[in-house]
């Protein structure tokens, strides 16, 4: 499928130069940069053209966009994941231009097979404010699915959720393919995203307009739970975060009203808020992540509609620094951290639903009791003392990097009998670090009935014992020269990758993309290796 052969391209895609007028060159696979970043793959070629109904039912060929610069976007209609932060990159790009934007046209192809009406992407435009910005186009199922081929978007549905190519493509005024984009964007890396679009843009149009940004694309500094903040507060005021005390924050973005009953379901919150004091339970806190509202008043907008004050209050997080540092990946979203600044709990409203306040209630009780995960070594030898066998021999090998691929695939042989899970990273990945302690937890807990491997991925030997040295693990890693190269074991598009395997040998399930909380990668081991 052609799909694979451009994600092999976007994996090397961080080495190619961004070749924007007075652009900095793309950081390397291997530099510090924030996660999920992506300077574009360079294509080739006639774009191929299409006709299909915007958002207010008028007919739009993407030959009638001939003349002007286009970034075409293949994004979800009802999505509350990586299409509103790719979609604001998408406008804040054009803003970048000042009045050369007028010759860039933003048009987005819906990539949601369950929501294809025209309702549908007005909705979703309105939502995000781009009512009026862009065309997001739709049509009959069998239309939508001929562009999706054209330009190799997969569209499947996994576990009752939408998951398509996140892919933007910049078409230059004569209607020639430039460049790809996929990226798995963190909410700190919009406005780096919308520079790298920018200058692309400057780059194809006449005589390359200046880009009114000159950002560093390292890393935003990110907000973890250990650290004190204090953020503004809706209405006025400070709301402070960090160690102290244990606290339930409950993270959202107005445009989720689109999908969800947001505005009700917030306002039921506030008996949670109320009555948690009383109830030894702690406090919450509502974060509304600003960077990607429609505009700076939708908040105090939306929060003046409700039918009375919210019990509890909303922090503002206007660069996104708190939503990934705390790990968010989806919206809504809750986070239980621990006085000590330990996160103890997500839960995924957006794919799970809303929890009544009882369940609610019996959820955090039940996360504040859990015992901590061993962490130290000697506590981690106690929680796998009698293992079994096998499963003691990867104990006995932990941290330690190990063979090729076809090793790896010898001792799952030995390991036949034992459900397994293979974790495939890099130590240049930053989403690979960002999980990696969540690996070691589940290691812990779960490793006297599963098995758990590492497999090191397109990585020199030295690069990979450094990174285990600072990251241990209770198992072993294998080296593999490139995702290809475990294709044998399942097709792997993008690190990290997580494949559970049975006990009788058989890939059971393949997680592509970064665990956001050990609470997600906990249940996926349930479910799948045990």
Not at 35 to 46: F, R, V
Not at 313 to 335: E, F, H, K, N
Request: with cysteine; net charge positive; charged share 15%.
């Amino acid at each position: 499928m052609l799909w694979l052969a451009v994600a092999a391209l976007v994996a090397l895609a961080a080495a190619v130069a961004l070749l924007a007028g007075g652009g900095s060159p793309a950081p390397s696979p291997s530099a510090a940069r924030t996660p999920g970043l992506d300077p574009g793959t360079p294509l080739s070629g006639a774009a191929a053209d299409f006709t299909l109904t915007d958002q207010f039912g008028a007919r739009v060929s993407l030959r009638s966009l001939r003349g002007r610069a286009v970034i075409l976007a293949f994004e979800d209609s009802r999505c509350t994941t990586v299409c509103p932060l790719s979609t604001t990159a998408m406008v804040q790009a054009r803003r970048l231009l000042g009045p050369a934007a007028s010759h860039v046209a933003l048009l987005g192809v819906d990539a949601n097979p369950h929501a294809i009406s025209v309702r549908d992407v007005r909705a979703y435009s309105a939502a995000h404010g781009m009512l009026r910005s862009w065309r997001f186009l739709t049509g009959s199922l069998p239309q939508l699915e001929q562009v999706w081929r054209r330009y190799s978007i997969d569209v499947a549905i996994e576990r009752g959720q939408i998951d398509h190519t996140p892919a933007l493509f910049l078409i230059t005024p004569g209607g020639r393919l430039d460049r790809v984009y996929i990226s798995q964007l963190a909410y700190t890396g919009i406005d780096q995203q919308a520079q790298i679009l920018a200058r692309e843009l400057s780059r194809v149009l006449p005589g390359h307009p200046a880009v009114a940004s000159r950002l560093s694309y390292a890393p935003v500094p990110t907000i973890r739970p250990t650290a004190r903040a204090s953020l503004p507060r809706a209405g006025g005021g400070r709301v402070a975060l960090g160690p102290g005390s244990p606290r339930l924050l409950a993270f959202f973005a107005t445009w989720d009203a689109q999908v969800t009953p947001l505005g009700a379901r917030l306002t039921a919150l506030s008996r949670y808020g109320a009555r948690a004091g009383a109830r030894g339970l702690p406090p919450l806190v509502g974060v509304d992540e600003a960077g990607t509202e429609p505009s700076a008043a939708a908040l105090l907008r939306f929060l003046g509609a409700l039918p009375r004050p919210l019990a509890y209050p909303v922090a503002i997080d206007a660069t996104g620094r708190l939503a990934d540092g705390y790990g968010v990946q989806d919206q809504p979203w809750l986070v239980l951290v621990s006085a000590a600044g330990r996160v103890l709990w997500y839960y995924d409203i957006a794919t799970s639903g809303w929890l009544s306040t009882t369940a609610l209630e019996r959820r955090v009780r039940a996360a504040l009791s859990r015992p901590a995960v061993p962490f130290g070594s000697a506590a981690v030898q106690r929680a796998l003392a009698g293992s079994p066998r096998a499963l003691a021999a990867l104990h006995a090998q932990s941290g330690q990097l190990l063979g090729d691929v076809a090793a790896l695939g010898a001792r799952l042989r030995a390991l036949r009998g034992h459900p397994a899970v293979i974790n495939a990273w890099a130590s240049w990945c930053g989403p690979c670090r960002g999980e990696f302690s969540l690996f070691a937890a589940a290691s812990a807990r779960y490793g006297r009935r599963v098995a758990f491997l590492g497999a090191d991925t397109g990585d020199s030997a030295s690069d990979a014992r450094a990174f285990l040295a600072a990251h241990p693990v209770s198992y072993p890693s294998y080296q593999a020269a490139g995702t290809s190269s475990l294709s044998p074991l399942a097709a792997i598009v993008g690190l990290p990758t997580t494949i559970f395997v049975d006990r009788s040998g058989r890939v059971a399930y393949v997680h592509t993309g970064q665990y956001a909380s050990q609470g997600i990668l906990d249940q996926d081991i349930v479910a799948y290796a045990r």
